[in-house]
């Protein structure tokens, strides 16, 4: 299997050496001739030109904003695609009708580019892998055992549901991390801030542009969970307006200290299962991910050893 | 100077060792035996009681909720008094009358207990140091010195600025990292979260009653910085709603994106001056800090580079 990475930021940069570092003869393109020179000091294979593009499988990992671009230099290539967009349901319409299989690796840093990228950046990190009802199933667990073999967690969901739950756990976190910067100016709050603030804001180091189309890109899902976001704040204000407000604060943190002292959840025992569209959706859904691929028709699966709220 | 600390969980214990490792003589008191011991066992001296307590300085360094309990047993105590809590108005209150200077460590952690204890907890961290109108200036300059040894910047600054400040930069994180969590529940979320998710909820691991403490003991300086906060929400939520989402949350991020890039702000030379209550307060309010004291009239004081935000 031939694989082909497009762009070699972070992401791409990062996959092209894992699956090189798999045995994988994979090789990689970027606009940036600094950057492809880069990659190949570094060991890896490129080519210079989108021309005569063949690999079986496509790996999109360019940010959003330069999708269509590279899209419109792929238009005769009739391969597998995936992406690591972190927004799905966009991706989805703007590819409906080719062979493609949404992806995202949770590993995003606040990083960017070639030169942070790293051969281990996938081992023990999940990757959600869209399975919608135009999936092709071959395609899917073609790319779910790719993925496996860089040590990733594959989670199957469908793009809506991605897109929700990125929205509360990464997309409103960059909200929130600016939000915190602004509410923070002046040089004496500055000086004094310490890791609270330093791991609080961290986010906000990320590219506006980058932001703009992840957050920007989901909006609806973004504004439901900033909208939860905010009713759980009108909680935290409440409290400090009770007559006791040391004590109101601290029941009101309570469920959220008991909530994140079980994260990340403890996996259970591993289950070997027929491969199944709805059971790997309701794998996703229960929290868990596929831990290998048995055979074409078998694969063993991994879910929280807990009920997780 | 015989200096007592009272507290030797993760900021009292920390002391003790980095005091002992200054060359002082420093003796510690908890009123846990079992921490007693481990303080022993790392070669650490402590008192098994506070009857007899008359160290030159003492250190409290137990939480809020613990400081009545042990200002009860030093009430016939006429040395000078510090402490390391993370609000300092109610401490300046309780303490009117006595020999006290307010003082807190920018250094906590998520962590507690003395096995997270750590020699080094103090260098090149922040501790602000609380000059009110009743401080003797001679007690905070002694305090000042004893800090500065153990590799801290020294900031002046009043009780009142500085609970409005961490307000903003502390109390305000640990309501954000909750609802965070509140907001990111469910299965699938819990799965695919990752480092923004991580860092932004970190400090939902304080305990309760430590955060109870803090925020709501800072209760109308943390509605202040929360309702700025939530005002900076609400551009994000119009951002979101506006007609191009991801140009719009772009824009609205790129302020915070800017801001957040020059912190820690860089600092600018030394500049050695004349000791001055008026002059501190105003280093303070400019971001800088005591680097050295010279003698008992001239420090040696150090200022952010360029202006900040």
Redesign the interface.
Known sequence: MRIGVIGLGLIGGSLLRALNAAGHEATGYDSDRTTRLAAVASGLRTVDTLDGWRPDVTVLAVPL?AVEAVLARLKDYDGLITDVVSVKQPMRERLAGARFVGGHP????ETSGFEHSDVDLFAH??W?LCLDEETRLADWLTLAGLFLELGARV?P?TAA??DA??A???H??????????????????????????R???????????L???M???N?AA??E??D???A??EG??D???AD??????????????E???N???APGPTLTMAVDRERLLAL??????VHSIEDDRHITVMR?AAK??
């Open positions: 904003p949770m590993a995003g840093k990190r999940v959600a989670v969901t549901e991605h739950a990125v509360a756990i990464s409103v976190p960059h909200l929130l991390a600016a939000a915190l910067v602004e509410a923070a100016a002046g040089p004496l709050p500055r000086a004094l801030a310490a890791s609270s603030f791991d609080g804001t961290r986010v906000a180091l990320t590219r506006p542009e932001v703009g189309a957050a920007g890109g909006a973004v504004r969970a900033l939860r976001t905010l759980a704040l935290a204000r409290a400090l307006d006791d407000p040391r004590a109101a604060v601290g029941e009101w943190f309570t469920p959220a200290w909530s994140r002292r994260w990340p959840p996703g859904r229960a929290g868990g991910w929280p997780v709220p």
